[in-house]
């Protein structure tokens, strides 16, 4: 089946802007997962959800991120007034129990 | 506090060579999770391995074994017979009874022909 799919590739965007970073999981995964990775860096836990709702979204690093899962499947990440510092590549991942974690390529953001 | 390391940056070797990847953890607690993933230049993290912490036999798949020593709260990683295709950056990560990985910060390895 198909893996976890993620929308766009890359994002080229300016600085103050607003963007969006789409995440389509593994069908029937409940669980999904947003991470950035820096250049060199292992990724860091940005916000996880269980079904809709969002378990833990300790990760995210201010009010400026926000991240959607209306029906379950299907997730958005949202990030308002871009900064340059958010440049990074945006991961998601799903699971179907919270065990295993498979990611999908990524989301290359670059806030000029 | 949990925290994965790897202390190699970066190793290269001759194809054909046998290579280790050192990962060493930090953890409290007594049930936990550990993981190797790998990820090539298109950037996609492929899973390869997950340990709980009360399995400590040594894994083998293919070229690929794996040593796990709670006394030495590590968990190292080894290819047989090196070959090209294995270059990439190899992330070790911790698991534990929550769902977050915690991840060291990778481990490039360079295979050369």
């Known amino acids: 089946g198909a893996g976890v799919s993620q929308t766009p590739s890359n994002k080229v965007t300016e600085k103050g802007k607003y963007v969006e970073l789409r995440c389509d999981p593994i069908?029937?995964?409940?669980?999904l997962y947003w991470y950035r990775q820096s250049l060199g860096q292992g990724p860091e836990f940005l916000i996880y959800f269980q079904g809709t709702g969002a378990a833990d979204d300790s990760g995210l690093p201010n009010d400026r991120f926000f991240a959607v899962r209306p029906e379950g499947s299907v997730s958005t990440l949202k990030i308002q007034r871009t900064e340059r510092g958010d440049s990074a590549v945006y991961l998601c991942?799903?699971?179907?129990?919270?065990?295993?974690?498979?990611f999908g390529a990524g989301t290359r953001l670059s806030v000029l | 506090a949990q925290k994965v390391t790897q202390a190699q940056t970066e190793i290269s070797v001759v194809e054909k060579e046998d290579v280790t990847l050192d990962c060493v953890y930090e953890t409290r607690d007594t049930t936990y999770y550990l993981f190797w993933y790998k990820q090539p230049p298109s950037g996609e993290l492929v899973f390869l391995i997950r340990r709980n912490s009360f399995d400590e036999q040594n894994e083998i798949s293919g070229r690929y074994s794996w040593n796990f020593q709670k006394s030495t709260s590590s968990f190292n990683f080894t290819i047989t017979a090196s070959q090209v295709v294995d270059s990439a950056v190899y992330f070790c990560?911790?698991?534990?009874?929550?769902?977050?990985?915690?991840w060291g910060a990778g481990t490039k390895l360079i295979i050369k022909p």
């Open positions: 990560a911790l698991g534990s009874s929550n769902y977050q990985l915690i």
């Open positions: 069908s029937g995964h409940t669980a």
């Open positions: 991942a799903s699971s179907p129990d919270g065990n295993i974690q498979y």
